[in-house]
């Protein structure tokens, strides 16, 4: 009998079916970028004024990136960096696939840190779950956890090993099998949290402020944080999007999954605002607290509320999956490269990735106190790898992934993958099409001069 060991000839992963690549792309879309980043710049930005120029941005400018994603994944069955010479061979391109492996790298070192403190407090709260909390000074708690050298380095240890474990598992019977579970579960939690929040007394302060636009607070500044979230939180730029893409069966609709993932993701951070901002209006406090609104904020009014422990509970573990199945989703785009490229075993490349994310980890933790005088370009570590990602690499890469395949790749090629080999009828491609060419890469490049001119 012959038996195959070529690693080229065995048969790749794949997901199961529509389903099964909505959860896991979903899951890399919905983080903590949707309840953590979302609701406060909402909340800086003007509100519902924000929340459509939010919506046009992921309309007009996403949705066709994540198409062109899913085409070059789907079409070349490769990690990033494959992806980009099966397509283009002996040319530069590569580099975008590259740049995709670094900029996870970047993402995981201080994504993985704001995980470990979801630990955290999902553990304190079940111990809370019988008693009653200090709540009288719930500022210094959050930051003395923070800051301290070791606790908030060993949850973020326990949230990389769970991650590691889950990838190490594979794409089918890891990814998605734990996908599958979570998800539907996080989608039940925050619609129960929402209607809870909602119903607080003195509330309707809070879901106006969601849904009454101001547009005076629209500027140039609102403008880059909106395309700069909805590219963080589409998980789009560096080639999370073309690595699930290469997971996906022939047979399967791509915009529709874009259509579906991009629609999911929007509203389950239209439903994070809605369980936290009633909340925080009814309790009056300000809604412009930054990123510590879900750590400071939510646990005061959880302390009020009736059964607050346990939405509590609820609520840091939504926090938790969200996290953790986008951070899957980073550590996939290095894992396929790795195994594929460098012809490592899962096992030891999600471990020797395991580490690296780890290091780099520790540093952005400890960069909230002990090390938090050691500066990069005039950044602690911690804001260095979400400035250096978010607002340089996601840009130049997505740039670059619509230059492809607007531009570099064949109308033909793009066509074909579009419609599944002509077996679709391809009603949007024309609009696609000429998005990707020229309303992407424009509206890309101006938003971007204005990060780098500011
Ligand atoms: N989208 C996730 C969030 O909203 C984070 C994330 C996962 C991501 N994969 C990514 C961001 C790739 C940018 C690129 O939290």
């Known amino acids: 009998m012959y038996i195959c060991v070529n690693p080229v000839f065995m048969k790749r992963d794949e997901f199961s079916g529509f389903f099964g690549v909505l959860v896991a792309t979903v899951g890399s879309a919905v983080g903590l970028g949707n309840l953590w980043r979302f609701p406060y710049l909402v909340g800086q930005n003007g509100g519902a004024a924000f929340i459509l120029v939010y919506l046009a941005f992921?309309?007009?400018?996403?949705?066709?990136?994540?198409?062109?994603?899913?085409?070059?994944?789907?079409?070349?069955?490769?990690?990033?960096?494959?992806?980009?010479?099966?397509?283009?061979?002996?040319s530069l391109w590569r580099g975008i696939g590259i740049m995709g492996v670094i900029a996870s790298f970047c993402i995981l070192a201080f994504y993985t840190v704001v995980g470990g403190w979801t630990v955290d407090y999902l553990v304190r709260s079940v111990i809370h779950l019988f008693s009653k909390p200090d709540i009288s000074n719930l500022e210094a708690q959050f930051s003395q956890m923070v800051t301290s050298p070791l606790r908030p380095i060993i949850w973020t240890i326990v949230f990389i090993a769970l991650s590691g474990f889950i990838v190490m598992s594979g794409v089918k019977k890891g990814i998605e099998k734990y996908s599958r579970v979570m998800m539907p579960f996080l989608f039940v939690m925050i619609i129960i949290l929402a209607i809870r929040s909602i119903t607080l007394p003195g509330a309707e302060a809070g879901i106006s402020f969601l849904l009454k636009p101001d547009f005076s607070k629209i500027t140039t500044e609102t403008l880059l944080d909106a395309l700069g979230q909805a590219f963080f939180s589409l998980s789009l730029g560096m080639g999370c999007m073309i690595t699930y893409g290469s997971y996906i069966p022939d047979k399967e609709?791509?915009?529709?999954?874009?259509?579906?993932?991009?629609?999911?993701?929007?509203?389950?951070?239209?439903?994070?605002?809605?369980?936290?901002?009633?909340?925080?209006?009814?309790?009056?406090?300000?809604?412009?607290?930054?990123?510590?609104?879900?750590?400071?904020?939510?646990?005061?009014?959880?302390?009020?509320?009736?059964?607050?422990?346990?939405?509590?509970?609820?609520?840091f573990l939504i926090l938790f999956i969200a996290a953790i199945t986008s951070v899957i989703?980073?550590?996939?785009?290095?894992?396929?490269?790795?195994?594929?490229?460098?012809?490592?075993?899962?096992?030891?490349?999600?471990?020797?990735?395991?580490v690296v994310v780890a290091v780099c980890a520790c540093l952005s933790s400890l960069?909230?106190?002990?090390?938090?005088?050691?500066?990069?370009?005039?950044?602690?570590?911690?804001?260095?790898?979400?400035y250096l990602s978010a607002n340089i690499l996601l840009p130049i890469g997505g740039l670059l992934i619509v230059l492809f395949v607007g531009w570099r790749l064949k109308r033909s090629q793009v066509y074909e993958q579009f419609t599944n080999s002509g077996s679709l009828k391809g009603t949007f491609f024309r609009a696609f099409y000429f998005l990707i060419r020229y309303v992407a890469p424009v509206a890309i490049v101006i938003l971007f001069l204005n990060v780098i001119l500011k």
């Not at 894992?335 to 471990?351: D, F, N, P, S």
């Not at 500066?375 to 260095?384: L, P, V, W, Y």
């Open 58 to 90: 992921v309309i007009v400018i996403c949705l066709p990136i994540m198409v062109a994603e899913f085409v070059i994944g789907r079409s070349t069955k490769a990690n990033t960096v494959n992806a980009f010479k099966k397509l283009a061979p002996g």
């Open 367 to 386: 960069s909230q106190g002990l090390l938090k005088d050691v500066k990069i370009f005039g950044k602690t570590f911690f804001d260095f790898f979400d």
């Open 329 to 354: 989703s980073l550590m996939e785009v290095i894992t396929a490269y790795l195994t594929e490229q460098k012809r490592i075993k899962r096992t030891w490349a999600v471990g020797i990735i395991s």
């Open 253 to 315: 609709n791509l915009t529709r999954l874009s259509f579906t993932t991009a629609l999911s993701d929007t509203f389950f951070a239209f439903l994070a605002g809605l369980a936290i901002m009633p909340a925080v209006f009814a309790f009056g406090v300000s809604p412009q607290e930054g990123p510590g609104l879900v750590f400071i904020v939510l646990p005061r009014i959880f302390a009020q509320i009736p059964l607050g422990n346990v939405f509590a509970i609820f609520f």
